[in-house]
């Protein structure tokens, strides 16, 4: 039996190396992408066209008002509305709807409170509330965390202006509004996902859809059968891009960035965060997602030291200074410093933790709400299991 120990050990020990190494080619050469990827963009043009900007609101968050704010002050010429849902009459957020209002009394900001309830998803319910009131051909839906600049429309349309695209989606980099933790966080979406997001998509392994933007039409929206046809979907973004799939018509990210609000104030509150992403990701990408452990060398370095130091730890110091450089490259192309690479190599490890626990969940928590994962990518809310085990 110790024998058989030692050989499985050494055997993960050398299968950590292999990982370990590969990560380190792979996040080299990503950092290199990732700079050639933006290095693309050019400017819009301003455009004339009537959009309406859906806004699906829960409770005030940090910067919930400049979040906001930043999708009215826009280069672009044609009509604008802002439809904010928000489903209790109690939500802090009514009164930060209501002073962008007052601040911006010629803007087109309307303001739904509907609580009724359309599956699982607390999100897609909102959606679903506010569609009637959709008046503009051009639809873009995005969290109420993002942040954009002055550019994002006209972007935005250009791309959509592209033969037989049907949504455009936005890469997205993390910004820490709330302190320690929400720095961690907006650490590893800029230094780990942003990367491989942008490294799947420039070598095509990838075709995202993403809440932080889908931009269509109205028409794609009615012939993918409105928000309700995605009502019990944890991933709801990647179930509308699969939908715009299956009509022929294809999904691009341009070379844009949006920004994403992290506000956690605690680990425990990150964790949950972290794990629900790390968990719809599993079940909507099973495969891709095991293969994402190579986008964490360190972590994996530092446990291929458990069996062979000596190469463990060169690996482990080569992780180190690839990670630097993907920290400064992600920089320089933001044009912010998100994080310290303290932070960057803190979070590799969390990201380690949590992708192994990942494997392990049924279940997971969305703004206070317990969701239990079923088959094919749908969610049952907890109360729901509840109440149909005490009819049993």
Not at 1 to 22: D, E, F, K, N, R
Not at 147 to 161: E, F, I, M, T
């Amino acid at each position: 039996m110790i024998h058989i120990l030692h050989l499985l050990g050494a055997a993960l020990g050398w299968l950590a190396i292999v990982v370990a190494t590969l990560g380190i080619i792979y996040c080299t050469a990503a950092a290199f992408i990732f700079r050639h990827y933006f290095a693309a963009a050019t400017p819009a043009p301003v455009r004339h066209d009537a959009v309406t900007l859906l806004k699906p609101l829960y409770g005030d968050e940090p910067r919930l008002y400049d979040n906001l704010a930043s999708f009215l002050a826009q280069d672009h010429a044609g009509p604008i509305q802002l439809l904010c849902g928000i489903q209790r009459a109690d939500d802090p957020a009514i009164a930060v709807v209501k002073a962008l209002k007052l601040a911006h009394p010629d803007a087109d900001i309307q303001l739904v409170v509907d609580g009724t309830v359309h599956g699982a998803s607390g999100k897609i319910s909102n959606l679903v509330n506010m569609e009637p009131f959709i008046r503009h051909g051009i639809v873009v839906l995005s969290d109420s965390d993002i942040a954009v600049a002055p550019d994002y429309l006209g972007q935005l349309l250009r791309a959509l202006d592209r033969p037989n695209v049907g949504i455009v989606t936005c890469i997205y980099a993390g910004r820490g509004d709330a302190g320690f933790w929400s720095r961690l966080g907006a650490a590893g979406v800029s230094y780990q996902f942003m990367l491989g997001l942008v490294f799947g998509v420039a070598n095509k392994l990838a075709t995202p859809c993403m809440g932080s933007t889908i931009a269509m039409t109205r028409e794609t929206l009615q012939r993918i059968g409105g928000f309700g046809s995605f009502a019990d979907k944890l991933a709801d973004d990647y179930a509308i891009g699969e939908a715009v799939r299956a009509l022929g018509l294809s999904i691009v990210l341009p070379p844009m960035l949006v920004d994403h609000a992290f506000d956690e104030t605690s680990l425990s509150a990150l964790w949950r965060h972290e794990l629900r992403w790390g968990a719809t990701v599993r079940d909507v990408a099973f495969w891709p997602y095991v293969g994402s452990i190579i986008g964490l060398p360190l972590p994996v370095a530092a446990l291929a030291m458990l069996y062979w130091p000596a190469a463990g730890l060169v690996l482990f110091a080569l992780a180190a200074i690839v990670r630097l450089v993907v920290v400064r490259s992600v920089d320089a192309t933001v044009g912010r410093r998100i994080a310290s690479l303290g932070l960057a190599l803190a979070h590799d490890g969390m990201s380690f933790a949590i992708y192994i626990a990942s494997f392990f969940v049924r279940s997971v928590d969305w703004r206070g709400a317990t969701l239990t994962m079923k088959t094919e990518g749908r969610i049952v809310a907890a109360h729901k299991i509840e109440n149909a085990e005490q009819r049993a």
